[in-house]
Nanobody, 114 residues
């Protein structure tokens, strides 16, 4: 059974940092590209970041370039999202996903507010 279990979210002040984690199971993680997405209140889910199976290539939505870093540990079947310089508009539920594999997890809530 494919599973994505996101964690690490919370309430953070503007300018703060977080590290989100996504533990996965049920598929060959080390051979699978991974993505992070987010869904803000009242908006559609949007792409945030992508990382290839080896971790050698990453790309990001324009809105997060320079502040977000996607990384992975193939030994732990886990993908990470490091977030710096948080802004109120980063408030959303964050999800990880393998393209074309499994269903969405429960996500982790990130709230940026003073």
């Amino acid at each position: 059974q494919v599973q994505f279990v996101e964690s690490g979210g919370g309430l953070v002040q503007p300018g703060g940092s977080l590290r989100l984690s996504c533990a996965t199971s049920g598929f060959t993680f080390s051979r699978t590209a991974m993505r992070w997405y987010r869904q803000a209140p009242g908006k559609e889910r949007e792409f945030v970041a992508h990382i290839t199976s080896t971790g050698q290539i990453t790309n990001y939505a324009d809105s997060v370039k320079g502040r977000f870093t996607i990384a992975r540990d193939n030994g732990k079947n886990t993908v990470y999202l490091h977030i710096d310089s948080l802004k109120p508009e980063d408030t959303a539920v964050y999800y990880c996903k393998a393209i074309g594999i499994g269903d969405w997890g429960q996500g982790t809530q990130v709230t940026v507010s003073s």
